[in-house]
């Protein structure tokens, strides 16, 4: 069983920056894909990075550039450094650990962007 949990969100103003960490139990960590999802009201969950275990990198078109996600297998953390940060990123922001057929979720961090 994986738990996750995540840490790092807050109220930022725009352009400012957030980092959001997850530190994840188990001893799978090294070998699973993770990933930042996003929920703003009224959408969609939405896919905003990945990395894979061999460290291939994919983002959503609306962070490139701004965004970056990173892991430390050492500590089965992952993070989600963001830059330049914008009302339209506020959202509650998840934690994912994709293990074969098994996605395990963090319980959410809320991030709100706002002057």
């Known amino acids: 069983q994986v738990q996750l949990v995540e840490s790092g969100g807050g109220l930022v103003q725009p352009g400012g920056s957030l980092r959001l960490s997850c530190a994840a139990s188990?001893?799978?960590?090294?070998?699973?894909?993770v990933a930042w999802y996003r929920q703003a009201p009224g959408k969609q969950r939405e896919l905003v990075a990945s990395?894979?275990?061999?460290?291939?990198?994919n983002y959503t078109d609306s962070v490139k550039g701004r965004f970056t996600i990173s892991r430390d297998n050492a500590k089965n953390t992952v993070y989600l450094q963001m830059n330049s940060l914008k009302p339209e990123d506020t959202a509650i922001y998840y934690c994912?650990?994709?293990?074969?057929?098994?996605?395990?979720w963090g319980q959410g961090t809320q991030v709100t962007v706002s002057s």
């Open positions: 188990g001893s799978i960590f090294s070998y699973a894909t």
């Open positions: 994912n650990l994709k293990w074969y057929v098994n996605y395990y």
């Open positions: 990395l894979s275990s061999g460290g291939n990198t």
